[in-house]
């Protein structure tokens, strides 16, 4: 059974944590990347959302229950074919934020700082909506 109050309390979290993103956005790419304080803040902001929002899928996917992902990327697809909780081409957009993240944090290749800040300004947005559409199918269920 989903936790509606957890998921909620999950959707908070993640919104709470791009607030702090776009505290760092604010600034020019040229700024976060000669300043290692703000990289560092963005790389580790960007790894708790997406922690968040694995741990969301991986909730849904249990509760509801859903096929077991064979990885946290596989995770959005679930929720979207399967739960119907994301519109299927959503899911195929921002499920390759795991891989991103994995690679930051897991440091399997040097990542090109100028290429993870563009990416990260890039995928704010997909984050706002993730919220919503997640937000939206709470309402739905009881």
Do not use: C, W
Not at 16 to 30: A, D, H, P, Q, T
Not at 58 to 63: D, R
Not at 80 to 109: D, M, Q, S, W
Request: charged content about 35%; aromatic content about 10%; glycine content about 4%.
């Amino acid at each position: 059974m989903v936790d509606k109050f957890l998921a909620k309390r999950k959707t908070d979290e993640i919104g709470s944590y791009i607030r702090e993103l776009e505290g760092v956005m604010k600034f020019r790419e040229r700024e976060i990347l000669e300043d290692y304080i703000k990289l560092r803040a963005l790389e580790r902001i960007f790894q708790l959302i997406v922690d968040e929002m694995i741990h969301l899928n991986l909730h849904f996917i249990s509760g509801i229950p859903l096929k077991t992902p064979s990885d946290f990327q596989s995770s959005f697809e679930i929720i979207a074919t399967e739960g119907k909780i994301l519109p299927p081409e959503f899911a195929t957009k921002i499920a390759p934020v795991v891989g991103l993240r994995n690679r930051l944090i897991h440091r399997y290749e040097e990542i090109d700082s100028k290429f993870f800040v563009e990416q990260v300004k890039k995928e704010h947005k997909d984050f706002i909506e993730y919220i919503k559409l997640i937000n939206k199918y709470l309402e739905k269920i009881k």
